[in-house]
């Protein structure tokens, strides 16, 4: 249901009905659990998706949705790694899944993350954290400072988080400082993967990040329809489930 309105924006209750072989009542049941999970927003006749430029949960939120998912896409992520390589790691809920599978790699790492700098210390990773301001929703750090560090590197891969991936508006994030980040990150390696579960596919938040052609996105099984879109625009891999 969540797929079908990242490709349509706007369902009808009784098409629901027929493509899910349900009636009515149990679509309207349905719909109602999704808006009160705040997943879409039901209008007369069926429902539409939610677009909240602005909005980012907190890390504590995002850590526990959608885990089981994020996990098998950390653990494709991590496959592309290889000993000597120099990676960047964004601060995220997905990226920090990703930790795990880096044990015993051969490694440099630079993060903008509290969080990750100090697992990636626990696993022995030679880790370099940039300085600037610490946002306290998602314990990353931003800010001109971090950005001045960061024009100094140079990466083999870097393995981003990201809000949204649309396919007219590309890769965005809410925080505008947070995207200069990620941009700049994605424009200084030699490959760029973006960790993105099928939620946030065709999602649109407020500040764009880079065209999707920038990047390798890296998702979990969802539609073929919705796949093959995004195959026109970018490399687009699905991990296992």
């Known amino acids: 249901m969540i797929?079908?309105?990242d490709q349509q924006s706007i369902v009808k209750s009784q098409d629901l009905s027929t493509l899910l072989n349900a009636s009515?009542?149990?679509?309207?049941?349905?719909?109602?659990?999704?808006?009160?999970?705040?997943?879409?927003?039901?209008?007369?006749?069926?429902a539409k998706r939610i677009l909240n430029l602005g909005f980012e949960q907190d890390m504590a939120e995002k850590s526990v949705k959608n885990t089981q998912k994020k996990q098998a896409i950390a653990q494709l992520a991590a496959e592309y790694i290889h000993d000597d390589d120099v990676i960047y790691l964004d601060a995220g809920s997905t990226t920090l899944e990703m930790l795990p599978f880096l044990a015993g790699k051969n490694i440099?790492?630079?993060t903008n993350s509290v969080?990750?700098?100090?697992?990636?210390?626990?696993?022995?990773?030679?880790?370099?954290?940039?300085?600037?301001?610490?946002?306290?929703?998602?314990?990353?750090?931003?800010?001109?400072?971090?950005i001045e560090?960061?024009?100094?590197?140079?990466?083999?891969?870097?393995?981003?988080?990201?809000?949204?991936?649309?396919?007219?508006?590309?890769?965005?994030?809410?925080?505008?400082?947070?995207?200069?980040?990620?941009?700049?990150?994605?424009?200084?390696?030699?490959?760029?993967?973006?960790?993105?579960?099928?939620?946030k596919l065709n999602k649109v938040t407020f500040t764009k990040v880079a065209d999707?052609?920038?990047?390798?996105?890296?998702?979990?099984?969802?539609?073929?329809?919705?796949i093959e879109q995004f195959q026109k625009k970018t490399i687009i891999k699905e991990a296992l489930q």
Request: glycine share 8%; hydrophobic share 45%; aromatic share 4%.
């Open 3 to 5: 797929c079908l309105l």
């Open 24 to 46: 009515e009542s149990t679509i309207r049941r349905d719909l109602k659990e999704l808006e009160e999970a705040e997943l879409l927003e039901r209008v007369h006749g069926g």
């Open 108 to 110: 440099t790492v630079v």
């Open 115 to 146: 969080h990750h700098a100090a697992k990636l210390g626990d696993l022995n990773i030679e880790t370099i954290i940039l300085g600037g301001s610490l946002k306290l929703s998602t314990k990353a750090i931003i800010g001109s400072t971090a």
């Open 149 to 199: 560090q960061l024009s100094r590197f140079r990466f083999n891969k870097v393995f981003m988080g990201m809000n949204g991936a649309h396919l007219e508006f590309g890769l965005t994030t809410p925080d505008p400082e947070e995207a200069a980040l990620k941009s700049l990150a994605i424009s200084h390696a030699e490959e760029a993967y973006v960790l993105i579960d099928q939620t």
């Open 212 to 226: 999707l052609e920038a990047v390798t996105l890296l998702t979990n099984q969802c539609s073929f329809e919705l």
